[in-house]
């Protein structure tokens, strides 16, 4: 079993900075990939960012150059760092993990709401 605890969400500003962290507990040494989803009212879940254990990151178009996904295996935690932020990145985020038991096993926080005032 793997938990995540998100944090960092909160109001900003259009063009402002905002960074999300994601502390991982339990059977951490088990993970694969970490990643940060976002779902907006209304809207599908959609992946924003993807970081692998190997560190090869994956974006979502709307967010390239804009937002940036980071890990730390000895303290088990990824950001997202997220620049130059708009309006439509409004939404609740949240950190996922996937885990190597018998097969590969999905984790989801509880989301932290994202909303960027214009």
């Known amino acids: 079993q793997v938990q995540l605890v998100e944090s960092g969400g909160g109001l900003v500003s259009v063009g402002e900075s905002l960074r999300l962290s994601c502390e991982a507990s339990?059977?951490?040494?088990?993970?694969?990939?970490m990643a940060w989803y976002r779902q907006a009212p209304g809207k599908q879940r959609e992946l924003v960012a993807q970081?692998?254990?190997?560190?090869?990151?994956n974006y979502a178009d709307s967010v390239k150059d804009r937002f940036t996904i980071s890990r730390d295996f000895a303290k088990n935690t990824v950001w997202l760092q997220m620049n130059n932020l708009k309006s439509e990145d409004t939404a609740v985020y949240y950190c996922?993990?996937?885990?190597?038991?018998?097969?590969?096993?999905?984790?989801w926080g509880q989301g932290t709401l994202v909303t960027v005032s214009s």
């Open positions: 996922h993990a996937d885990s190597w038991g018998i097969v590969l096993v999905d984790y």
């Open positions: 339990g059977n951490t040494g088990a993970i694969n990939s």
């Open positions: 970081i692998t254990r190997s560190a090869e990151t």
